[in-house]
């Protein structure tokens, strides 16, 4: 069913973004003969529902079903929906492609950078999963709680880069002082740098 699912969303897809190349998706569920986009769209998204509805996703295909009475679509809501279901199936590689649209549309939200990230964690990819933290950390300082900055040290330490993982664990037992899986990280980090007193000294603080 998954190759049916990418089908009908890539005929989605052209509905909302005209240059992506989806004739043969679009020819395949009869969309291309109808003329108003509006009726395109609803068949699209009809399409994934009853797919949806197939794979046992009701509630997720309801949402659909309430996309197809959009009279003009919505990007955002499309690459958002498209990468949760994706995220659902964990099939990774189209959840990031769809979140990385989604990031073109909403550009400031810290959620979209952090699925990403998890995305990429998920494939082993941890270098674009560094990168992805760290873009938000740049762009969005302000709104980065501590679990990011958690989330960036897991991805450091995953790279090796275990000076960079202590400051980002660090930051987030900064910014809450009751984040238990930062002074556990850290905690971590110095048993595996022969500084036991120091992790002994840091789960103390938490108790």
């Known amino acids: 069913m998954m190759k049916y699912l990418d089908e009908a969303l890539m005929a989605c897809e052209t509905l909302v973004a005209p240059s992506v190349d989806g004739a043969t998706a679009m020819t395949a569920n009869s969309i291309a003969a109808e003329s108003d986009p509006s009726v395109q769209w609803m068949m ?4 994934v529902g009853n797919i949806l509805v197939s794979m046992g996703f009701v509630e997720e295909a309801n949402s659909w079903q309430t996309m197809a009475l959009d009279i003009t679509p919505d990007a955002c809501k499309f690459y958002e929906q498209s990468g949760q279901l994706y ?11 769809f979140t990385q649209r989604r990031l073109e549309c909403q550009p400031e939200s810290e959620d979209v950078y952090r699925q990403l990230a998890t995305a990429y964690h998920r494939i082993g990819d941890y270098e674009s999963e560094r990168k992805t933290i760290h873009a938000l950390l740049l762009k969005r300082p302000d709104r980065v709680a501590a679990d990011g900055h958690h989330q960036l040290g897991k991805a450091m330490e995953q790279y090796g880069q275990y000076e960079e993982a202590v400051r980002c664990y660090q930051q987030a037992i900064d910014q809450n002082s009751q984040f238990s899986l930062a002074y556990y990280a850290l905690s971590e980090l110095w048993l595996k740098a022969n500084q036991s007193e120091q992790a002994l000294q840091l789960l103390e603080q938490l108790t």
């Open 44 to 47: 699209a998204c009809q399409t």
């Open 87 to 97: 995220y659902q199936c964990e099939a990774w590689k189209q959840a990031i492609y």
